[in-house]
C-alpha cells in the first residue's frame, strides 16, 4: 500500500528530526545515534517500508517472531544490510533460538541466563553482544539489576568467554511527562561510565528511551533508542 509506505516514510523522517534535535540539544553528533526501529507485531512488508526509508537497525521482543522474521528476511532479502535485536526479556529455554539471529541482545537481566547464554554459545563457537539490563526504576515488574548489583554483574559476566558485554540497558518507567524519567536515564549514565572507569573494560552501546522518551534520553547520554510507535504506529 503506497499509503502505508508514506506514513512510515513520513514517520521515520520525524523520528530523525527529533533525533537530530535532541543530539544538538546536548552537544552531541545525531550520527551517533542509532534508531532501533522495534518492529514487535509488524509486517515484513512494513519492516521493508522502514528500511527503504533509511532504518538499519531493527528490534523484536519475542525471540519467535524474531527468528522467524530474520528468516524470512534472508530469504525474501538475500545479501541486504540489516541488524537484528533482541529487545526483550529471554527465557533460559529460548536461548538456543537466539544464537545466530540477532547481531546484539539488549536485555541479559541475570547471571543464570548469561551461563545458559554462554553453554549454548560456546557450542557454536560464537560470541554474542550482549547489553546488561538494570532496572533504574526500581518496579518490581521490570527485569533487570539493581543499579547497586550491576557492576558486580558486568565483572562476573566479563568471565564468561562467548559472551562480551557492549554496554548498558534499561527501560525507564511509563509516565505522561518523559521529564518525569530524566532521572533515570541520567542515573544509568552515571553508572555506565563508573563501571567503565572501575572495570576498565570498553562500552559501546547505551540502550535507553523508547517512542515517548526517546530525546531526553538523548539528551541523557543515550547511544540507541528503541522506537516502535512513533515509526510503524499503534500495535493492534
Keep these: 500500500m503506497e499509503s502505508r509506505a508514506h506514513e512510515i516514510r513520513r514517520n521515520i523522517e520525524v523520528v530523525f528530526e527529533r533525533v537530530r534535535r535532541a543530539a544538538e540539544r546536548a552537544g552531541r553528533r545525531p ?10 507485531k509488524f509486517s515484513i512488508e512494513d519492516i521493508r517500508r522502514a528500511y527503504e526509508s533509511g532504518i538499519r537497525d531493527f528490534g523484536e521482543n519475542r525471540v519467535q517472531e524474531l527468528v522467524g522474521k530474520v528468516d524470512r528476511w534472508a530469504e525474501l532479502y538475500p545479501g541486504s544490510e540489516i541488524n537484528w535485536h533482541m529487545v526483550g526479556h529471554l527465557q533460559r529455554n529460548k536461548v538456543k533460538e537466539l544464537l545466530g539471529h540477532c547481531s546484539t541482545f539488549h536485555a541479559l537481566d541475570s547471571l543464570r541466563l548469561a551461563t545458559a547464554l554462554n553453554q549454548r554459545a560456546g557450542g557454536y563457537s560464537e560470541v554474542i553482544p550482549c547489553l546488561a539490563q538494570v532496572n533504574v ?12 548489583d550491576a557492576e558486580s554483574a558486568v565483572r562476573e559476566i566479563l568471565n564468561h568467554e562467548h559472551l562480551q558485554v557492549i554496554g548498558l540497558m534499561t527501560l525507564a518507567r ?3 511527562d518523559p521529564e518525569h524519567v ?10 555506565y561510565e ?6 576498565s573494560v570498553k562500552f559501546e552501546v547505551l540502550s535507553m528511551g523508547m517512542s515517548g522518551d526517546f530525546e531526553v534520553a538523548i539528551e541523557e547520554g543515550a547511544t540507541h533508542v528503541r522506537v516502535g510507535t512513533a515509526i510503524f504506529g499503534e500495535r493492534t
Design 194 to 199: 563508573r563501571i567503565q572507569s572501575s572495570l
Design 174 to 176: 511509563p509516565v505522561d
Design 137 to 148: 526504576s526500581g518496579e518490581d515488574s521490570k527485569f533487570g539489576w539493581d543499579p547497586d
Design 182 to 191: 530524566r532521572p533515570e536515564f541520567a542515573k544509568l549514565r552515571r553508572l
Design 31 to 40: 550520527d551517533d545515534i542509532t534508531v532501533v526501529a522495534v518492529s514487535k
